[in-house]
T-cell receptor, first 113, second 117 residues
Framework: DGGITQSPKYLFRKEGQNVTLSCEQN?????MYWYRQDPGQGLRLIYY???????QKGDIAEGYSVSREKKESFPLTVTSAQKNPTAFYLC????????????FGPGTRLTVL | AQKVTQAQTEISVVEKEDVTLDCVYE???????LFWYKQPPSGELVFLIR??????QNEISGRYSWNFQKSTSSFNFTITASQVVDSAVYFC??????????????FGKGITLSVRP
């Protein structure tokens, strides 16, 4: 089955540690996105990538980093510089940046202890 | 800058009631796209519908229908004969035309719908 997978589903991190969230898709989509969701809030864009080896900052990129070495993978690293990292993180993809519909993965819930 | 407002935060209905979820958007662009997503308790966002700014036709899909009105900048979602499985958080979102930074989705804060048996 084609789709987007994110792992792990739940992640706990000690303050001051970096942590990497995985996002993989087998939809052959060119564009991938990372969003952050806080309780009672909509989603906000962290980073997006149109093609391999290219990515751009979204609205709230500070304290995060990404890489896009393979078309199917777009991992997100939450660094210790992110002041309030506890949130629900959702990865999405679309056939390209021109494509208007984004499809989402199941999400990773990150808790900083 | 674009904005999406979902003024209702929580709605509770009894099964088989009809319910309408409101969405009001703001943008100065003439080309844009509107979306509704459903987020069940599992957390994944499920795509429901996309509407283009140049197509004001209403849409019906089974028990779901959408009313797009550019004159009032609204894109409302109605569930007819609601069911317990409709319980979820529903997000309205806006995307501008074009690529780059325009490809991002701007979300409302979501409406929590609870359908009681």
């Amino acid at each position: 089955d084609g789709g987007i997978t994110q792992s792990p589903k739940y992640l706990f991190r000690k303050e001051g540690q970096n942590v990497t969230l995985s996002c993989e898709q087998n939809l052959n989509h060119d564009a991938m996105y990372w969003y952050r969701q806080d309780p009672g809030q909509g989603l906000r864009l962290i980073y997006y990538s149109q093609i391999v080896n290219d990515f751009q900052k979204g609205d709230i990129a500070e304290g995060y980093s990404v890489s896009r070495e393979k078309k199917e993978s777009f991992p997100l690293t939450v660094t210790s510089a992110q002041k309030n990292p506890t949130a629900f993180y959702l990865c999405a993809s679309s056939t390209g940046l021109q494509a208007t519909t984004q499809y989402f993965g199941p999400g990773t819930r990150l808790t900083v202890l | 800058a674009q904005k999406v407002t979902q003024a209702q935060t929580e709605i509770s209905v009894v099964e088989k009631e009809d319910v309408t979820l409101d969405c009001v958007y703001e943008t100065r662009d003439t080309t844009y796209y509107l979306f509704w997503y459903k987020q069940p308790p599992s957390g994944e966002l499920v795509f429901l519908i996309r509407r283009n700014s140049f197509d004001e036709q209403n849409e019906i899909s089974g028990r779901y229908s959408w009313n797009f009105q550019k004159s009032t900048s609204s894109f409302n979602f109605t569930i007819t004969a609601s069911q317990v499985v409709d319980s979820a958080v529903y997000f309205c979102a806006l995307r501008l035309g074009g690529t780059g930074a325009n490809s991002k989705l701007t979300f409302g804060k979501g409406i929590t719908l609870s359908v009681r048996p």
